[in-house]
T-cell receptor, first 114, second 111 residues
């Protein structure tokens, strides 16, 4: 069964550094999402993306965050200058063309900012 | 705004049934989902129900929806130790809107 893949599985970075989290959505999916989960807390929406532009973003998704689909397969989340509070698990998701198509999530990237 | 609430913790014995409850506030919710998260792992889609349905059964899983009370439940029959995980309820409006997740219920199954 096709799946969403995310790399790396764990990223450690120093405060102030830029990080790029990578995702390969399911190949025929058109809608893409990033979520994050701070340890022990709920899963929070960051941003949705369709047709090469942001569809919706949350208050968390400030100017330090950006998303890009640089080619036909990858979907990336960039954090320009990481803060300690950015430490979390970041999940990518994609969904297909039907309105009832559920979101399929990757296994996540654990980001640790030191 | 949308809000989804769940009880934080449930403990059952192996072989018993587990019932995980969820309430939501958005009356325009179209689809409601249950995801499972094992320790250190991603979000696994278990099942989902359309808002015009009352019940959906899928092997050991039964989802009940009371749209009037905005209450959703997930029943796991014959619960096994491998079912120990965090279970997230999530709701979604029409089209390709974002999922809004609940707080998660940690299910602990003891032998």
């Amino acid at each position: 069964e096709p799946e969403v893949t995310q790399t790396p599985s764990h990223q450690v970075t120093q405060m102030g550094q830029e990080v790029i989290l990578r995702c390969v959505p399911i190949s025929n999916h058109l809608y893409f999402y990033w979520y994050r989960q701070i340890l022990g807390q709920k899963v929070e929406f960051l941003v949705s993306f369709y047709n090469n532009e942001i569809s919706e973003k949350s208050e968390i998704f400030d100017d330090q965050f950006s998303v890009e689909r640089p080619d036909g397969s990858n979907f990336t989340l960039k954090i320009r200058s990481t803060k300690l509070e950015d430490s979390a698990m970041y999940f990518c998701a994609s969904t297909g063309t039907g309105a009832n198509s559920p979101l399929h999530f990757g296994n996540g990237t654990r980001l640790t900012v030191t | 705004g949308e809000d989804v609430e769940q009880s934080l913790f449930l403990s059952v014995r192996e072989g018993d049934s587990s019932v995980i409850n969820c309430t939501y506030t958005d009356s325009s919710s179209t689809y409601l989902y249950w995801y499972k998260q094992e320790p250190g792992a991603g979000l696994q889609l278990l099942t989902y129900i359309f808002s015009n349905m009352d019940m959906k059964q899928d092997q050991r899983l039964t989802v009940l929806l009371n749209k009037k009370d905005k209450h959703l439940s997930l029943r796991i029959a014959d619960t096994q130790t491998g079912d120990s995980a965090i279970y997230f309820c999530a709701e979604r409006g029409t089209g390709f809107q974002k999922l809004v997740f609940g707080t998660g219920t940690r299910l602990l199954v003891s032998p």
